[in-house]
Nanobody
Framework: QVQLVESGGGLVQAGGSLRLSCAASGRIFSINTMGWYRQAPGKQRELVAQITSGGSTNYADSVKGRFTISRDNAKNMVYLQMNSLKPDDTAVYYC???????????????WGQGTQVTVSS
């Protein structure tokens, strides 16, 4: 069983910063990709940032230059540093991991429970 647990969400003023953390645990053989998604009320879930096993990153255009994703392979953790936050960043943020639980097993997506980020104007 694999679990992803997010932390670091909260309420901040526009222009402020937050740092989200996600810890993956359980029967993990290898993690290919980790990322952050968000879902605002009435909107579809969207990719915010992603980091591959090779260290490549990509970001949604709306957060490029403001958010930074990083990874600690030894701890199976991924982080999202969010700077210059805007009210439009308000959403539930979900941690995602694309991983294998054993040698030769398929790759599956696992999700955290989500953490609320609210940016006031």
């Amino acid at each position: 069983q694999v679990q992803l647990v997010e932390s670091g969400g909260g309420l901040v003023q526009a222009g402020g910063s937050l740092r989200l953390s996600c810890a993956a645990s359980g029967r993990i053989f290898s993690i290919n990709t980790m990322g952050w998604y968000r879902q605002a009320p009435g909107k579809q879930r969207e990719l915010v940032a992603q980091i591959t096993s090779g260290g490549s990153t990509n970001y949604a255009d709306s957060v490029k230059g403001r958010f930074t994703i990083s990874r600690d392979n030894a701890k199976n953790m991924v982080y999202l540093q969010m700077n210059s936050l805007k009210p439009d960043d308000t959403a539930v943020y979900y941690c995602n991991a694309r991983l294998r639980t054993g040698w030769g097993t398929p790759v599956y997506d696992y999700w955290g429970q989500g953490t609320q980020v609210t940016v006031s104007s």
